[in-house]
Nanobody, 128 residues
Framework: QVQLVESGGGLVQAGGSLSVSCAKS????????IGWFRQAPGKEREFVAS????????YYADSVKGRFTISRDNAKNTVYLQMNSLKPEDTAVYHC?????????????????????WGQGTQVTVSS
């Protein structure tokens, strides 16, 4: 089993920056793709970013490309999402997710259904 715990959310003004983290525990020796998703009130959960288990490949939703950066430190079993130039529409609960059984070193995915483990989420609120 894998447990994921997000941290670092909070309140920030539009144009500001915030970093959220995802700490992975349990079967930490297993290679996982990690994804960040977000869910705003009344909306479906949507893809934000994904990083391969090697950290060599990343993939972003168009809405965050150029503003958000996903990275990972496998020695610490932690994945980070640095969010810059935040907008009110970025307000949501941010969840990290892990996918096991990764087919390649560079594999990333935006498909919610492919992820096997989910964290409880951390609230990010951007005020205008």
């Amino acid at each position: 089993q894998v447990q994921l715990v997000e941290s670092g959310g909070g309140l920030v003004q539009a144009g500001g920056s915030l970093s959220v983290s995802c700490a992975k525990s349990g079967r930490t020796f297993t290679r996982h793709v990690i994804g960040w998703f977000r869910q705003a009130p009344g909306k479906e959960r949507e893809f934000v970013a994904s990083i391969s288990w090697s950290g060599l490949n990343t993939y972003y939703a168009d809405s965050v490309k150029g503003r958000f950066t996903i990275s990972r430190d496998n020695a610490k079993n932690t994945v980070y999402l640095q969010m810059n130039s935040l907008k009110p529409e970025d307000t949501a609960v941010y969840h990290c997710a892990a996918k096991r059984d990764v087919p390649s070193t560079y594999y990333v995915t935006s498909k919610l259904s492919e992820y096997d483990y989910w964290g409880q989420g951390t609230q990010v609120t951007v005020s205008s």
